[in-house]
């Protein structure tokens, strides 16, 4: 069965850090666009980073120099480092993996930034 499966979540005081994880049991791993979006109560959903098959990354203006995204394709991985945490990055992350018109999701893992 095809999924995306987030860890790493949690509280956090602010000014801290969190890894996030996706494990992805997809076939072909590497050929995916992969994506963390996140959701916060009474938002829309939101990209904060992306990582390309390629390599290309892009951020969220709110969380450029403070949020790195990364993959293992070796491991079917992508990773969203998050450091310098504000309340404001309370939210549901989500990861996303694209390829072609496939669109996949993961169920989420909460973060909550507060003291």
């Known amino acids: 069965q095809v999924q995306l499966v987030e860890s790493g979540g949690g509280l956090v005081q602010p000014g801290g850090s969190l890894r996030l994880s996706c494990a992805a049991s997809v076939r072909g791993f590497s050929m995916y666009d992969m994506g963390w979006y996140r959701q916060a109560p009474g938002k829309q959903r939101e990209l904060v980073a992306a990582?390309?098959?390629?390599?290309?990354?892009n951020y969220a203006d709110s969380v450029k120099g403070r949020f790195t995204i990364s993959r293992d394709n070796a491991k079917n991985t992508v990773y969203l480092q998050m450091n310098s945490l504000k309340p404001e990055d309370t939210a549901v992350y989500y990861c996303n993996a694209v390829l072609t018109v496939r669109s996949l999701w993961g169920q989420g893992t909460l973060v909550t930034v507060s003291s």
């Open positions: 990582i390309r098959s390629g390599g290309s990354i």
